[in-house]
């Protein structure tokens, strides 16, 4: 464990636990020096790893990852985001608790190398000084990771990058571009969660980077396509298979989604009803099989009826050159249910948003308020926190 978690954690570790390891202590040191350990044997179904969920939406739950659906998570990683040659490095620029710790195993399977910063955080200009002595280094790092690589103006040779694999939020098309820009063919998305573990779809450099393509731009706003091992459908409130192009749940299955929740078998049973894994996000398949995240469907804003999906607001705002970030939001209004308001981080003017939105999308979905800060709040993986978002601007219309 981390240091100066001792106190915490102690009281609940179970009563098989032998020891509790703090990194940086002596025992620590002693692991690293002695002979390696070998393998028990473990059957494919035997728990592996319990993976917390990021928590935006609610209370964090564990996810039961057998060794079974890391194995498959390994594979999907090797053969469709980023093949890994012995001595190949890993650079962990994102918490090892989730995205880029699951990619410690994929690296270990092929032999290559787990770099991790000697700050224990996320430096842009310590990354590429990392990247320029690691050459060949892949990482795993969120859209607002991303962002601040493309923003930062230390030097960094893009050919020394073999892959920068972003997840767990969208991408906007805007951000995308910019980091192709700065970096080139280089870049990969995959589409996950805690419960199929980074394993839904993928979009692969080469599409990302397929310029030429008629459908490129469109590629770009989805998430890919669906991973080898896994099936993916879009479903109504019923759980009923909806047609190519309509909107709907994101379900899955396949040996990679995890068998349920530690102990709590309510949650299980309603999110793998069916025997499939309900995601809560809302998207759409296309006739080639790309899908299209929508938003959560906790995000999704109901005004005068209709549906409006705040991901594609946020877009257009940040089509804006002076809009660093931007997160809508529905306020409860008595009249029409919610108003879509839009809370952003820049320099842009009121009236050109709303010039920009008017231009872009239908008039009912465009902002009824603009409010501007200096941040927005996010969790330990980057992720905007639109529970929060909606809790700060509750208290400031009360």
Sequence with gaps: MSAGLDAEIAPHA?????????????????????????????????????FYTSGTTGRPKGAILTHRVLAMAAHAYLSEVDATAPGDPLLHAAPMSHGSGLYMIPALARFGVNVVPESAGFEPEEIFQLIEAWPRASMFAAPTMVKRLVDCPAECRAEHIRTIVWGGAPMYVEDTKKALERFGPRLAQIYGQGESPMTISTLSREEIAARGDPRWLDRLASAG??????????????????????????????????????????????????????????????????????????????????????????????????????????????????????????????????ALCLGSIARFKRPKDYVFVESLPKNNYGKILKTELRALDAKRKG
Excluded at 15 to 29: C, D, F, H, Q
């Design 14 to 50: 179970p009563k098989n636990l032998e020891r509790l390891v703090t990194i940086g202590s002596s025992e620590y040191a002693a692991l690293l020096a002695a002979d390696p350990m070998c393998c028990a044997e473990v059957g494919d179904d035997a728990l592996a790893w319990l």
């Design 225 to 354: 396509r669906p991973y080898a091992c896994v099936e993916v459908k879009i479903a109504d409130a019923e759980d009923r298979e909806l047609p190519t192009g309509e909107t709907g749940e994101i379900l899955c299955r396949g040996d990679v989604v995890m068998p349920g929740y530690w102990r709590d078998p309510e949650a299980s049973a309603a999110t793998l009803r069916g025997g499939w894994l309900h995601t809560g996000d809302v998207g759409a398949l296309d006739a080639e099989g790309y899908l299209t995240l929508k938003d959560r469907s906790k995000d999704m804003i109901i005004s005068g009826g209709s549906n409006i999906y705040p991901r594609e607001i946020e877009e257009v705002l940040l089509k804006h050159e002076n809009v660093r970030e931007a997160s809508v939001i529905g306020r409860p209004d008595p009249e029409w249910g919610e108003i879509v308001v839009a809370y952003v981080v820049g320099t842009a003017k009121r009236a050109e948003l709303d």
